[in-house]
């Protein structure tokens, strides 16, 4: 592997424009999942930080300099901080590689994707404002759309830099402040964006970064009253305690949760360009990917002919070193998730679905969290490996009769909601499906395409609120209707 003693590694809190230690001066230790080494101490957030954090964003959202600043003058500096991600394109996709050990590849395609969210709410900032009501009597009515005030912004550790310019991006365009906690698996390209917002002109507070557990960094944010919002993508499970935490204050709330996404294959479809798909689906980021495709849904008469085409594809998919180029399947990110991932396997394996490949753990040079990409056929519905989100690189593979009578039951037979493939040369199929599914995106003949002007979001336990698009700065602002007396 690439020796990492030449990388310079974030490792402090940012408060109020400063690197700073924790308060407790606690520490903790970052883990490259590809060589199981020890890369970085990191500054541990406790409840002491957060409080200051969020102090620093409070101070700075009521400040005279902040409330002046012109919306214009915001989106040119969140374009800005777009420019600097792309400035340091290669430090930031390193990190998040070693970190979170992504493909190096993979990584770039998430760097474009971060650039491009904060220019394009660069774009928004001064587009957002409100209406005249043409009201009854002689009123004048009008809106203003108005910031929420502080963000406590909470991310996970798959898309750790993306996923938050999901939430900086809007959340500064709309004129907003905003403390994020990423995970503590996690927490370096978080820390080095705030360094860069500071680059690109932000003032002092308007963006802190405070790493640390989610029970009590994160937990700290969503009952603090001095946040106004929390915008959180993680777990359903730790979805469901922040909204209850967050009761307690009743802050607003985004949720971006779990996924369990059907890919459903009808037999009209482009068998080959299904193949890609369904281990694009599942295998790409290692199947850490929320909408991972990682129920296929196959209709019975191409069961075969597609299973022998993705084995066939499946074999050339190897583990490899994450910081080659050339890799295309990294290490999981943790040794817990990675025994977690190998469980689910052992379920599968107990509960009867037939493993066709894959498995087992396959360490690169004697090292690393790497598991083979793993697809079960003959997988039931009521089985764990078809209900439970596994967050990994593995695949359960379901037939269904009748088209879409047979598949549409089956893709809604979930508590989640967040995406759906679907693979037809039968325009008014594909279209009738896409209406059917219950989720908030829905890929026909392709899967995994974000871009950062279209919404994404959960239907049912998947979440609520949307990030991306237009749709977002509904998620940052809040209305107020101003009547005034003209008679
Ligand atoms: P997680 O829910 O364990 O943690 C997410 C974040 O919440 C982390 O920063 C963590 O420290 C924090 N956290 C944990 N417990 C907390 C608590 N009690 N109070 C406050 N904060 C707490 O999720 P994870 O394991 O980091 O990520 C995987 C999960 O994220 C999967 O379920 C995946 O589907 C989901 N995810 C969803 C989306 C989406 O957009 N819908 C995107 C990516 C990941």
Request: net charge neutral; hydrophobic share 40%; charged share 20%.
């Amino acid at each position: 592997m690439t020796a990492v003693e030449t990388e310079r590694f974030p490792t402090r809190l940012i408060i109020h424009g400063e690197p700073v230690e924790a308060a407790s001066g606690k520490s903790f230790g970052v883990v490259n999942p590809a060589t199981e080494e020890t890369i970085a101490q990191v500054a541990q957030a406790g409840v002491e930080d957060v409080n200051r954090a969020v102090e620093s964003a409070r101070r700075t959202f009521e400040s005279d300099a902040w409330r002046s600043l012109s919306a214009r003058s915001r989106g040119q500096m969140l374009y800005r901080l777009g420019e600097l991600c792309l400035t340091h394109k290669d430090e930031l996709a390193r990190l998040e590689t070693l970190n979170n050990g992504k493909p190096i590849f993979e990584s770039g395609i998430d760097l474009r994707l971060t650039a491009e969210t904060f220019m394009y709410y660069g774009g928004w900032a001064d587009k957002v404002y409100g209406e005249t009501i043409p009201v009854d009597g002689p009123f004048l009515n009008y809106t203003l759309r108005e910031p929420l005030g502080v963000i406590g912004a909470i991310v996970p550790w798959n898309f750790p830099m993306s996923l938050a310019a999901w939430k900086i991006g809007p959340a500064l365009a709309c004129g907003n402040t905003i403390v994020l906690k990423p995970s503590e698996e996690t927490p370096f390209t978080a820390l080095r964006l705030a360094e860069l917002a500071l680059e690109a002109g932000f003032p002092a507070g308007a963006f802190n970064c405070v790493p640390g557990p989610g029970r009590v960094a994160g937990m700290a944010l969503v009952e603090h009253e001095g946040v106004d919002k929390i915008a959180f993508t993680g777990s359903t499970e730790v979805g469901k305690a922040i909204m209850r935490a967050a009761a307690g204050t009743v802050k607003k709330m985004s949720m971006e949760l779990g996924g369990k996404s059907p890919n459903i294959v009808y037999a009209d479809a482009d068998l080959d360009a299904a193949a890609r798909g369904a281990l694009n689906g599942i295998f790409y980021g290692k199947g850490e990917v929320c909408a991972a495709g990682s129920r296929l849904l196959v209709e019975a008469d191409v069961k075969d002919a597609l299973r022998d085409k993705m084995l066939e594809r499946a074999k050339k998919m190897v583990a490899g070193d994450p910081l080659h180029p050339k890799t295309r399947l990294g290490a999981i990110v943790s040794k817990a998730q990675m025994e977690r991932v190998l469980g689910y396997i052992e379920s599968g394996r107990k509960e009867g679905a037939t493993l066709l490949s894959g498995g087992e753990r396959v360490p690169v040079n004697g090292k690393g969290y790497f598991v083979a990409p793993t697809i079960f056929g003959d997988v039931e519905p009521g089985m764990t490996i078809a209900r439970e989100e596994i967050f990994g690189p593995v695949l359960a593979m379901m037939t269904f009769h009748g088209g879409m009578d047979g598949a549409i039951p089956l893709a809604n037979d979930t508590i989640y909601g967040l995406a759906a493939g679907i693979w037809t040369r039968d325009i008014k199929k594909a279209l009738r499906t896409a209406r059917a599914v219950r989720a908030g995106t829905v890929w026909v003949n392709t899967y995994n395409m974000y871009d950062a002007g279209s919404p994404f979001g959960g239907y049912k336990q998947s979440g609520f609120g949307r990030e991306l698009g237009s749709y977002a700065l509904d998620g940052y602002t809040q209305v107020k209707s101003v009547w005034v007396d003209l008679s």
